[in-house]
């Protein structure tokens, strides 16, 4: 995981309004939805209560075919909600099996989500993967088998034992005004207040991973969904967009293992061949590279040229007039500028290139003594210049093609280099 810093920070705490959009989006559409359902068609509103299993299983195939055993454990937990609050719990009278099974749910929702965030992917159709589905098989078995007492169990105890876990599940735990007005028990309520803060703290902390985004629009809307149980299409309607929610993180987070560089957060080669199949008649290419890397790397360690590398990526990501960064590979970056010749696009260049020189780099060992006379020997502390060439091509008629404007421009860096380094050339 990237190392957490201010500017970090501050770059996550830019992203976070786009890595909220989608979540966003589904709770709209799903309160938006749920408000006019008169006014939707009788056709189609039938087909509702179908919706969120057609979505969950679109997932729990991606999920299953790339091993995301969280996107199918979530998807299961969701289907299973919207069976017991569209059949069983749909009316959740006190003292009912409903009104436990309800109540039960309530609580393990948020919880079930909240461990499988923490626990790490290991597959599905693999040891850890069966453990874990044993693990959530036995306690929905448990809750069924709860919810059902009144048919396994001699009448009275199987009444007296609902009775009790309702009435632990249902503990007042605030003033009533203190909470808005919902049929949602307070212990549920406390622990999706906690878990929705848990969601929010890691989307900062991991750089806003599509994951986890995605988990926290399908809480709040599978929080909604419980909110409206005894309306089975606005039940229907949220644990759609509780599913819909995670499936388009599941689609996200493909998308940025296959078009974004992990270690660097900048869109990868594969995208900046997509990138050069839309531009134009106009347009200029620039590689960069980071002077002496290998050198650096040897000196100091490859975990040391990591941190160099996203801090320059960092930077990249601020260029200005309108270019697009890229990771080509190694230490080995590229800016696209759509409809920009070399020479315009050259200012901004030099403006970056001055940025990262005059930015330094200060290591920092892993293993810091905590004498600072020692730390200076280990090299820990040690403020370094990072400076960086850059070379830039701009469509022609003699480079006609990405590829050749490419070629080019990595033939400028080469120049560059060769005239001393910490230079733009074309």
């Given at each position: 995981m990237t190392a957490i810093t201010a500017d970090a920070l501050g770059r996550t705490a830019l992203r976070m309004p786009k890595a909220l959009l989608w979540p966003a989006f589904f709770l709209a559409l799903g309160w938006a939805t749920a408000l006019y359902t008169e006014e939707v068609p009788k056709v189609i509103r039938g087909l509702l209560i179908y919706l969120p299993y057609a979505i969950a299983l679109v997932g729990a195939v991606i999920g299953w075919r790339f091993n995301r055993s969280r996107l199918v454990f979530s998807l299961i937990a969701v289907s299973l909600g919207h069976w017991m609050l569209t059949g069983p719990a749909s009316s959740i009278k006190s003292g009912t099996s409903g009104e436990l099974g309800y109540l039960t749910f309530a609580l393990l929702f948020p919880i079930g989500l909240l461990v499988l965030s923490l626990l790490k992917e290991r597959g599905l159709l693999t040891r850890h993967g069966m453990i874990r589905a044993a693990i959530f098989a036995s306690l929905a078995a448990m809750v069924l088998a709860l919810a059902a007492a009144d048919h396994w169990l001699a009448k009275g105890l199987a009444t007296d034992i609902q009775r009790a876990a309702a009435k632990l599940l249902s503990t007042p735990m605030v003033p009533n005004r203190w909470i808005p007005r919902t049929v949602i028990p307070e212990p549920a309520i406390a622990v999706f207040i906690l878990v929705t803060a848990y969601f929010f703290v890691r989307l900062i902390l991991l750089g806003n991973p599509p994951t986890e985004s995605g988990a926290l629009g399908g809480l709040?809307?599978?929080g909604m969904a419980l909110h409206f149980v005894g309306d089975v299409e606005a039940v229907s309607v949220f644990f759609t967009a509780s599913a819909g929610s995670m499936l388009m993180a599941a689609i996200q987070d493909s998308y940025r293992l296959a078009f974004v560089d992990e270690l660097?957060?900048?869109?990868?080669?594969?995208?900046?061949?997509?990138?050069?199949m839309t531009l134009g008649p106009r347009y200029s290419i620039a590689m960069l590279d980071v002077d002496h890397f290998k050198k650096f790397n040897d000196t100091y360690g490859h975990d040391i040229g990591d941190q160099v590398l996203r801090m320059v990526a960092?930077?990249?990501?601020?260029?200005?007039?309108?270019?697009?960064?890229?990771?080509?590979?190694?230490?080995?970056?590229?800016?696209?500028?759509?409809?920009?010749?070399a020479d315009e696009a050259l200012p901004h260049l030099d403006t970056l290139r001055q940025n990262i020189a005059d930015s330094g780099f200060v290591i920092r060992s892993k293993d810091r003594p905590k004498k600072k006379t020692a730390q200076k020997k280990n090299g820990g502390g040690k403020k370094v210049s990072v400076t960086i060439s850059i070379g830039v091509s701009e469509r022609s008629d003699k480079h006609s093609t990405p590829e050749a404007v490419t070629k080019a421009a990595d033939e400028a860096l080469y120049r560059a280099k060769g005239a001393g380094r910490?230079?733009?050339?074309?």
């Open positions: 709040l809307a599978g660097t957060g900048l869109p990868a080669r594969r995208a900046l061949m997509m990138e050069t960092s930077r990249m990501e601020r260029v200005s007039g309108g270019g697009k960064p890229f990771r080509y590979g190694g230490e080995e970056f590229t800016v696209v500028f759509p409809g920009k010749t910490n230079r733009c050339s074309k």
